[in-house]
């Protein structure tokens, strides 16, 4: 089955830029999707194919994929931005999530 | 405004069954695919099943599969999940999320869950 790989926590300094991975079997092959999850709250899209922001979704969150690593960008870090940030994909009929990483900002 | 809400959760024995609902407003649910993903507590993100618009294409995670069966009556706006020969394992809270093609698409809509415990 397929697998995501994800760190399980990421820092950042406030107003910096911090960068989460994903990473899968030629992931860049694939639409990947991210969601925040901040605590007691259900999952928002942030990013979805790749490097799309929903309305409403700041500009300074990003996305890329390529290869075997998709990024979640986040620029100019906030306090707000604290969350578990989780990747998504399809693959063979079945939905796949990363582990999950928390991203705290310092 | 798109609104989920889960209801159904609660406390059940090893074994036993519950079944889910989630009832959905502001927008067309027939027009969309919908899923069940799960999240024990302290856990991450875990895909359950995904059901496409019309029911004809319907997706099991591994873990569920032959004990959960998803199901949508489009006409009353409704998703379920009958779950069956619950184990310790199945306990978490239980989100619906909104799709578009089943399965292979974002998921653009969550409700805020609902929980279900699984204990003697």
């Known amino acids: 089955s397929y697998e995501l790989t994800q760190p399980l926590s990421v820092s950042v300094a406030l107003g910096q830029t911090a960068r989460i991975t994903c990473g899968g079997n030629n992931i860049g092959s694939k639409n990947v999707h991210w969601y925040q999850q901040k605590p007691g709250q259900a999952p928002v899209l942030v990013i979805y194919r790749d490097n799309n922001r929903p309305s409403g979704i700041p500009e300074r969150l990003s996305g890329s994929n390529s290869g075997n690593t998709a990024t979640l960008t986040i620029s100019r870090a906030q306090v707000g931005d604290e969350a578990d940030y989780y990747c998504?994909?399809?693959?063979?009929?079945?939905?796949?999530f990363g582990g999950g990483t928390k991203l705290t900002v310092l | 405004e798109v609104e989920l809400v889960e209801s159904g959760g609660g406390l059940v024995k090893p074994g036993g069954s519950l079944r889910l609902s989630c009832a959905a407003s502001?927008?067309?649910?027939?027009?969309?695919?919908m899923n069940w993903v799960r999240q024990a507590p302290g856990k991450g993100l875990e895909w359950v099943a995904s059901?496409?618009?019309?029911?004809?294409?319907?997706y099991y995670a591994d873990s569920v599969k032959g004990r959960f069966i998803i199901s949508r009556d489009n006409d009353k706006n409704s998703l379920y999940l009958q779950m069956n020969s619950l184990r310790a394992e199945d306990t978490a809270v239980y989100h619906c999320?909104?799709?578009?093609?089943?399965?292979?698409?974002?998921?653009?809509?969550w409700g805020q869950g609902t929980l279900v415990t699984v204990s003697s």
């Open positions: 998504q994909v399809w693959d063979s009929y079945t939905v796949v």
């Open positions: 502001g927008f067309t649910f027939r027009s969309y695919s």
């Open positions: 999320a909104r799709g578009w093609v089943v399965g292979a698409t974002e998921f653009d809509s």
């Open positions: 059901i496409s618009r019309g029911s004809d294409y319907i």
